[in-house]
Nanobody, 115 residues
Framework: QVQLAESGGGLVQPGGSLRLSCAAS????????MGWYRQAPGKERELVAT???????NYASSVQGRFTLSRDNAKNTVYLQMNSLKPDDTAVYYC?????????WGQGTQVTVSS
């Protein structure tokens, strides 16, 4: 099994920044891709960003240019730097790790963007 421990959520004003962290532990052999989803109230869960073990990233168009995903392979940790936050970014953010077609999930961390 793979355990994903998330941290860094909270309340921030519009235009502010937050950094989310996700540390993977357990049976992590074969985990090549990690990333983040988010789910706002009343909406479906959507993919925010992914990063491969080689550092290749992919972003949703809604966060492109504002969010940056990075990883520290030695620590099995990924970091989502979120800048220029908007109220529409308010959601529960879930860390995700892929082993082939299998996805592992973190417990989620709340991000609220409000004045």
């Amino acid at each position: 099994q793979v355990q994903l421990a998330e941290s860094g959520g909270g309340l921030v004003q519009p235009g502010g920044s937050l950094r989310l962290s996700c540390a993977a532990s357990g049976s992590i052999f074969g985990i090549n891709v990690m990333g983040w989803y988010r789910q706002a109230p009343g909406k479906e869960r959507e993919l925010v960003a992914t990063i491969t073990s080689a550092g290749d990233t992919n972003y949703a168009s809604s966060v492109q240019g504002r969010f940056t995903l990075s990883r520290d392979n030695a620590k099995n940790t990924v970091y989502l730097q979120m800048n220029s936050l908007k109220p529409d970014d308010t959601a529960v953010y879930y860390c995700c790790a892929w082993r082939s077609e299998v996805r592992y999930w973190g417990q989620g961390t709340q991000v609220t963007v409000s004045s």
